[in-house]
């Protein structure tokens, strides 16, 4: 099943909803992970889950972006590492992959969430 003329990554894969799946699977495995697990306790999840939909959706051509700034002043207080977001990437691409997003697009959605490294890694963090 080929794109639509001029249609996004967003539309292609069911848009909302299928984003929404995406993110509640990446957050089960991030809750599990040893390595970034610990930044998501005491965090209103349901809250979470519905602006990271809204974010990882404006990423891959959906509605709902946020400004550079807002998502900066949001993970500043959170003392990310390069590693977490390492492995916020990894999980999130497997996430991806598990509900069927393609090879090629996975790489799209990586690269707009790479875009975002600087502004989400704590500067002072190791």
Do not use: W
Not at 49 to 62: A, M, R
Request: a negative charge.
């Amino acid at each position: 099943m080929g794109f639509g003329v001029g249609q996004t990554i967003y539309e292609r894969y069911g848009g909302f909803k299928t984003i929404s799946r995406v993110v509640m699977t990446f957050y089960e495995m991030a809750l599990d992970s040893e390595q970034i697990g610990g930044h998501f306790e005491d965090i209103d999840m349901p809250r979470l889950i519905d602006h990271q939909t809204k974010f990882v959706s404006s990423l891959v051509g959906g509605p709902a972006s946020f400004s550079d700034d807002r998502i900066e002043a949001v993970h500043r207080h959170l003392n990310i590492s390069h590693e977490d977001f390492d492995e916020m990437a990894a999980l999130f691409s497997e996430a991806l992959s598990l509900h069927g997003m393609e090879d090629s697009h996975i790489k799209v959605a990586l690269d707009a969430i790479e875009s975002k490294r600087s502004i989400i890694v704590a500067r002072d963090a190791a």
